[in-house]
Each structure stands twice: as C-alpha cells, then as structure tokens.
C-alpha cells in the first residue's frame, strides 16, 4: 500500500454558516429550542435570517470544519461536498481552500442553492443552528474523486450527511474504495436525531465491520447502545469498532482500541463563549494523532487542546495556533 497523499479525507455538508448573538428572550419569540439544530426549508431560512441580527460567514458544515482543524494542526486535509455555482458556492471554496484544506469536487448546478445554517449563539455560549441543506444534499457518488479517496490515510464522514439518500450512496461508495485500498474509514454519529432517524442503518455499518474509528459523545452513544448509561453503551458499542472515541464535554474523553482504554480531561479554559465545532475540532486533532500512528492518549490530549481553543471564541474555526497550543504532541 503506497504512502498516503493526505492525512484525512472529510465528507460532509458543504454549509456557509452565518453566526449571529442572539438573547434567550429572541429564541423565545422565534419558537427555537436553545442548544438545537433543526433543518429549514428556504422560505424559513430567508425569514429567519432577516429576523437575526448581523452575523458573520465562514464556510462550516461538520466535517469541513474537521478538515480545517486538520490543516490548521499541519495535516493533509481533504473535502468532498457539494456546493452550488452561485456566490455562496464560490465563498465556501474560497475561504477552505484558504485554511490549507484541499477542496478539488466540482460545483454542480443541482437546482438548489449552496447550503447555509443560521447559528445563533446566547451568552451562556450554547449555539441554535437552523440549517438549510440546499445543494449539500445532492453530492452524488459521481461526484467522488476515488483516486483521492485512496490517497488518504483516513476517510472521516459525517453522519448529518447520511439523512438524505443521494449522499448516503456516495457515502457507501467511498467507504467502499477507501477500503478496497486498505485506508481506514471513521464515522462521526454528528447529533442524537441522526441516531434516531437511522440507528439500524449505522448498526449496520458497524455490524459489517465498515467503520474503523467511531465518534460520538455521551447522549448519541447512549442512543445507539439503546441504554441512558455511559458505560453500559460503550461496553455494548466497543466491540463493534478497532477504535471508539466518546466526547464528554466538561467531563473530558474516552477512547477504547481492543483491550486498551484511555481517558484524558478536558483542557482548562478562561471562558465559555461559543461550543460550536467543539466535536468537529476534537475530531480533527484525534485524527491527525491517529493517521500518524500516535496513541490513544496521544490522540485524545490533541482532539482536547482542539476542541478547548474553539469554545473560547465565536464560530467553529481555530483562531489561536493550534500547533503551537499542541506543542510537543505535533512533531
């Protein structure tokens, strides 16, 4: 197997965010529940970010968010997303590419526009999101560059783009040629609604052994597992996988490879502003760790000094040196 191009391949929801503040009192006539995330249609989406205060755009979506963290640590990062040929589209390459991030999938006129969730932060720094999927539900398995899915060590999809059922065949597709080219495949659980649209479709991933690393933290493991219990989950769920990594927030990380079993705190903080990309950060370091043969713990301390920078600050990209934070674990 000949050295890999890239350190990890990303597949996800090509979405331009828009982050705005919003008080608890705007959420409340809006109807939003605090901490969700709800997928709107267009004509919500253009009301609701009318209604929003001034926001600010960078190109988001879970798994490009982990792309960027990847590059911002000194990785090789790749993105495969669909987004539309209008302006938003041309925002969402521009600004990826600009991280470091390889983003080579052709804009397709797919009759929708470019993919935007409104992400509207209160000051206890809990995030609402209210997503429009647009064009980043149409990605097609045409669209794959396959040659760049065996050039990379690790392929990480998320499982927000598992819901609508062109991307889940590309999806399938790329799992496929990543493991035909004896790359290893992690999958992120993304959010406990994607567990319950689609916890036998995911079972079934695991149970035919697709997936080597599984994400997820605490409430999305205990909806796979079926069980409201920590440990009883990731016993259940362990097994399944050469690698399971749970998030815990405040509450720091596990990972479990076979017999082996590592548990890290969180990193210490100043202040909470904003916990987007907390998960999607976390990732990014664990991966890079992991495509570069590191350990758990190793692997574990990374995603931690990730995911602690961007709670610190609005949106979900690093704004400090993420390989000057990581020190000694980036070689």
């Not at 798994?63 to 209008?86: K, M, Y």
């Not at 202040?271 to 692997?299: K, M």
Request: charged share 25%; glycine share 10%.
């Amino acid at each position: 197997m000949p050295d890999p191009r890239l350190d990890v391949l990303c597949i996800g929801n090509a979405i331009v965010d828009v982050i705005a503040d919003a008080g608890d009192d705007f959420l409340e006539r809006e109807g939003l529940v605090k901490g969700s995330m709800r997928l709107v249609d267009a004509e919500e989406a253009e009301r609701l970010y009318d209604h929003m205060g001034a926001g600010r755009q960078v190109s988001g979506g879970s798994a490009g968010n982990t792309a960027a963290g990847v590059a911002a640590l000194g990785g090789r990062a790749g993105f495969i997303g669909q987004v539309a040929p209008d302006p938003l589209g041309k925002f969402y390459r521009d600004d990826l590419t600009a991280t470091g991030v390889e983003f080579i999938t052709a804009a397709a006129d797919v009759g929708a526009p470019t993919a935007r969730s409104m992400i509207l932060v209160t000051p206890d720094g809990h995030r609402t999101m209210n997503t429009f999927l647009g064009a980043a539900q149409h990605l097609p398995a045409s669209a794959l560059d396959e040659t760049q899915i065996r050039d990379s060590a690790i392929l990480y999809l998320e499982g927000y783009l598992w819901d609508p059922e062109t991307p889940r065949y590309a999806m399938v597709r790329a799992i496929e040629v990543a493991r035909e080219a004896g790359r290893k495949v992690a999958f992120t659980l993304s959010d406990t609604f994607c567990v319950d649209r689609h916890r036998a479709g995911f079972m079934q991933l695991l149970d035919t052994g697709r997936i080597d690393i599984l994400f997820a933290n605490q409430a999305e493991i205990e909806a796979l597992a079926g069980v409201a219990h920590l440990e009883t989950a990731v016993a259940e769920i362990a097994p399944k996988v050469e690698t399971l990594v749970v998030t815990r927030s405040e509450d720091g990380a596990l990972a479990i490879r076979g017999g082996e079993r590592a548990d890290v705190a969180a990193e210490p903080i100043r202040e909470l502003v904003d916990t987007t990309g907390a998960g999607d950060l976390f990732a990014a370091g664990f991966l890079l760790g992991a495509a570069r043969g590191e350990s758990l713990d190793h692997s574990l301390r990374l995603g931690a000094i990730c995911a602690a920078e961007v709670i610190q600050h609005y949106g979900a990209r690093p704004e400090a040196d993420l390989r000057a934070l990581a020190g000694d674990l980036i070689g």
